[in-house]
């Protein structure tokens, strides 16, 4: 499945983006998606996953209550829907996915992801 992601841009703080990630290539249904991110200098932190179904999602610590994932596998697309955004936020967001048919198991490191986007830059303002 190839994976492309997009919706970065520059936000101010306090404000929201929503970011995609398009996959084509193989059936979209097959596979959990991962979000993650990576600060400059930083390693690729974990930000939230989604099963194959949509059914379950889980978020990092750091985001909760103010990230949404989602998924539309009639379109091929998943989402991250970011709110209340800080400057700490600021990163390059990747999606990534993995063949999963687990309704409630969710993969946090990105050693356990084959598939990944090229990434889109977030950035906050203060």
């Known amino acids: 499945v190839q994976l492309q992601a997009s919706g970065g841009g520059l936000v101010q703080a306090g404000g929201s983006l929503r970011l995609s990630c398009a996959a084509s290539?193989?059936?979209?249904?097959?596979?959990?998606v991962g979000w993650f991110r990576q600060a400059p200098g930083k390693e690729r932190d974990f930000v939230g996953s989604?099963?194959?179904?949509?059914?379950?999602?889980y978020y990092a610590d750091s985001v909760k209550g103010r990230f949404t994932i989602a998924r539309d596998n009639a379109k091929n697309t998943g989402f991250l829907q970011m709110s209340s955004l800080e400057p700490e936020d600021t990163a390059v967001y990747y999606c990534?996915?993995?063949?999963?048919?687990?309704?409630?198991?969710?993969?946090?490191?990105?050693?356990?992801?084959?598939?990944w986007g090229q990434g889109t830059l977030v950035t906050v303002s203060s």
């Open positions: 989604i099963t194959w179904s949509g059914g379950s999602t």
């Open positions: 990534a996915a993995r063949i999963s048919y687990s309704g409630n198991y969710h993969y946090t490191s990105p050693d356990e992801y084959d598939y």
């Open positions: 290539g193989r059936t979209f249904s097959s596979y959990a």
